[in-house]
């Protein structure tokens, strides 16, 4: 598949390839090792204790959903279990943990360019890059130990095999699409806001010749790919008699989640000047590149108008705009402000000498990049996770493996039975679970401390 959007020979001939790969790749290595650091000493969210203190559950013989409470796929519990195999009883889990979520996150960023290599061309895919990878909405989840990370990733793959599938037509390619996006979904549930981008995309690449009988094969092949991840998730809900559960915690509590876009203005309002503050020039440049589409010929426009469009307004529908949210969103709107940036740069200086180039570019790239950078590293490291990593140690020196724990924040346990099962049993959630006859909190927590005796609280 060629270069969609970005011609090859007016943008990355005439030497300005050669100059600017060096400077490119230098950038890019920078952020990539900032990010490392940043991996390594950022606080930990709760989400993170919550999501390995799940796996911990998982490891010693608990069910999700029957045995402890759990709102998201159990796919990431499972993958995350295999640490407390080869790691001891330590806080330092939650730094291997963050090590191996880095590795996944270079994962999002090798997708991300295979994806923009095939729709923006080689060097432009690679500024793409230095783009997302100075992203905050982006980058400040895309480290953490949370499940959006892998079906980020897998979301990721399942789209490059929807570009393969547009330029190869094989039937093996949708299959393999319909598998990873199944992947991606049994990560996290919210992959269902990927399934109209994939459709909508596929519905414009079907051939207008016997469009029906086409638009029916490509949709069974899809169908075709999800079906092994199906039959695990059924076979292991059966197997633990807990499919009420799962839908319940799955899908009914998180269906509280959302709202209409009238009630939801005002937050995301505040949000959404906070966010773009931190990376005004690519929000703007996106913008411009995505209004600069609609009036472009020809269907490959979709390919990027689809997953920025629907995506952001999938996001819309949720009450609380969380960072992570933005995963998904993320590497296509640094595509579409490399589609305005990047023809920039290379027009300025395409008739520089080779030393005043990489100055310019140099430049150019320290006013694009120099407040999200401040954003990211100095004051995100302005309070580090050791505090953290204490206080969990804390309550393991004090505590024997029998011992049990009390929490409502899920905040510095890992290794020890929390006395409370649901956590999240507030509101909408505590009289549906008290409807449907499931464990709930009890109304006076001092008395579930006096019976249950935690030793840590």
């Known amino acids: 598949m060629n270069s969609y959007f970005i011609s090859q020979s007016l943008y990355e001939g005439d030497g300005g390839k050669k100059n600017l790969m060096p400077m490119f790749i230098f950038f890019l290595a920078v952020n990539i090792a900032l990010l490392l650091r940043l991996s390594l000493f950022k606080e930990f969210n709760v989400d993170e204790f919550e999501h390995l203190h799940a796996a911990w559950n998982a490891s010693v013989g608990s069910v999700p959903f029957k045995d402890f409470f759990q709102h998201h796929n159990v796919l990431f519990i499972y993958f995350l279990e295999p640490l407390f195999w080869f790691v001891d009883e330590s806080s330092f889990i939650l730094v291997v943990a963050r090590c191996l979520m880095f590795s996944v996150s270079l994962g999002i960023l090798y997708m991300s360019y295979i994806i923009a290599r095939r729709l923006l061309g080689f060097e432009a895919a690679l500024f793409s890059l230095i783009l997302l990878t100075s992203f905050n909405i982006f980058i400040n989840p895309f480290l953490e130990i949370r499940p ?48 109209p981008v994939l459709f909508l995309i596929f519905l414009f690449y079907t051939d207008k010749d016997k469009w029906i009988l086409k638009v029916s094969k490509g949709i069974l092949f899809f169908i075709t790919g999800c079906v092994p991840s199906l039959i695990v998730l059924f076979s292991y809900l059966l197997l633990h008699d807990n499919i009420k559960e799962y839908f319940v915690m799955n899908y009914l509590i998180n269906s509280q989640q959302l709202g209409n876009f009238a009630q939801n203005l005002e937050a995301y309002s505040v949000f959404t000047t906070s966010v773009m503050d ?80 990489k100055v310019f570019t140099f430049i150019f790239f320290f006013i694009l990049l120099a407040q999200p950078i401040y954003d990211n590293y100095l004051n995100e490291l302005s309070a580090t996770n050791v505090g953290q990593l204490e206080k969990t140690q804390f309550v393991l020196d004090n505590s024997k493996k029998e011992d049990l724990f009390f929490s409502l924040r899920r905040s510095y346990n890992i290794y020890r039975k929390n006395i409370v099962f649901n956590w999240y049993d507030i509101g909408y959630s505590k009289s549906l679970f008290s409807r449907l006859g499931m464990k709930t909190y009890s109304k006076d927590p001092s008395s579930l401390i006096i019976n249950s005796k935690p030793k840590i609280i």
């Open 148 to 195: 959006d990370v892998l079906q980020t990733f897998f979301g990721l793959v399942s789209f490059y095999f929807l570009l393969v599938w547009i330029e190869d037509r094989k039937d093996g390619q949708m299959v393999l699409c319909g598998f990873f996006y199944s992947v991606s979904f049994f990560f996290l549930q919210k992959a269902l806001f990927f399934l």
């Open 278 to 357: 931190q990376n005004y020039i690519v929000w703007g440049m996106a913008f411009i590149g995505t209004c600069l589409l609609f009036f472009k010929k020809g269907r490959e426009k979709v390919l990027l108008l689809a997953p920025i469009i629907i995506l952001l307004l999938t996001i819309r529908l949720l009450k609380n705009p969380w960072r992570q949210y933005y995963m998904q969103v993320a590497p296509f709107i640094c595509m579409a402000a490399t589609l305005v940036l990047y023809p920039i740069l290379v027009q300025l200086i395409h008739d520089f000498k080779p030393v005043t180039k």
